[in-house]
């Protein structure tokens, strides 16, 4: 089994900083991509940020230049850097990690279960 652990969410005013961070743990071989997404209420799930294991990034059009992904291999670790929130950016955010369990195993999407980043004064 894949587990994956997300932190960081809370309240924060208009204009502040959140750092998320999210491991994953298990049987894991490598880790292609990983990336976090929202989904706010009443609103389909979105992509916010993807990494590629080479370090390669793709951000939505709505965070580029305030988001910033990251990631820690050695300790199959993700983080989302988050400036200048506003609060259309509140939302459940959660981690996605595509894994794979051994050498010739597909890689295989495995999902956190998600924070709470909540944008208001």
């Known amino acids: 089994q894949v587990q994956l652990v997300e932190s960081g969410g809370g309240l924060v005013q208009p204009g502040g900083s959140l750092r998320l961070s999210c491991a994953a743990s298990?049987?894991?071989?490598?880790?292609?991509?990983m990336g976090w997404y929202r989904q706010a209420p009443g609103k389909q799930r979105e992509l916010v940020a993807t990494i590629a294991s080479g370090g390669r990034t793709n951000y939505a059009d709505s965070v580029k230049g305030r988001f910033t992904i990251s990631r820690d291999n050695a300790k199959n670790t993700v983080y989302l850097q988050m400036n200048s929130l506003k609060p259309e950016d509140t939302a459940v955010y959660y981690c996605?990690?595509?894994?794979?369990?051994?050498?010739?195993?597909?890689?295989?999407?495995?999902w956190g279960q998600g924070t709470q980043v909540t944008v208001s004064s």
């Open positions: 996605n990690a595509e894994v794979k369990r051994g050498w010739n195993a597909a890689p295989y999407g495995y």
């Open positions: 298990g049987t894991i071989f490598s880790i292609n991509a």
